[in-house]
């Protein structure tokens, strides 16, 4: 029975102690190139001399470096070329330089829009000739207004002196005075 008195302080020393929790130090993960997801930062290392602080005329920095981020990183949105991926970017490419597709219906839509431009062109040339003769009897008629207003004017003044010499033929004319031999007759009795 004494053995049986010592199993609950068997109990009560193994509940008592705090195991030892042991921690082992994990290995370094493998070095994987992160390049194909972030591009690196640039820094850059720039060596000053003396100077005297731009803010405060009474500091003098000595001779030191500084280094700057010249870019910081970011996300690599270029996709990755190695491997075979489903979707692979394919610039586009420029119409300009690329052959037309051809088949019969693009050839038919060519020809029509071909001859339609034709047509158009020799419309333009019709449209031209006579606009340029348009052009031609609008400057003939301008010029046969002005000579006409001309016409008027003179025709005007013309009718005016016309009016003028009726008015005096009206009038009967004194009869006219010729010089004669005969004496005067202020001699007569």
Known sequence: MKTLCFIPLVFLTACSTTPKLKLRPQPPP?????SAARSPEIVRAYHFGRYVDPNDNLVMHEKHVVYRVEENTRWNLHPNRTDNAVFQFTPPRDAAFAPAPTNDAILAEVNAQKLATAQIMAQAKDLASALAQFQAALQQTRTNFQEVAVLRAS??????????????????LPPPSFPTNE???SLEP
């Open 30 to 34: 493998p070095a994987t190139d992160n």
């Open 155 to 172: 025709v005007v003044l013309l009718k005016k002196q016309l009016d003028a010499l009726e008015t005096t033929r009206i009038q009967p």
């Open 183 to 185: 004496p005067s007759d």
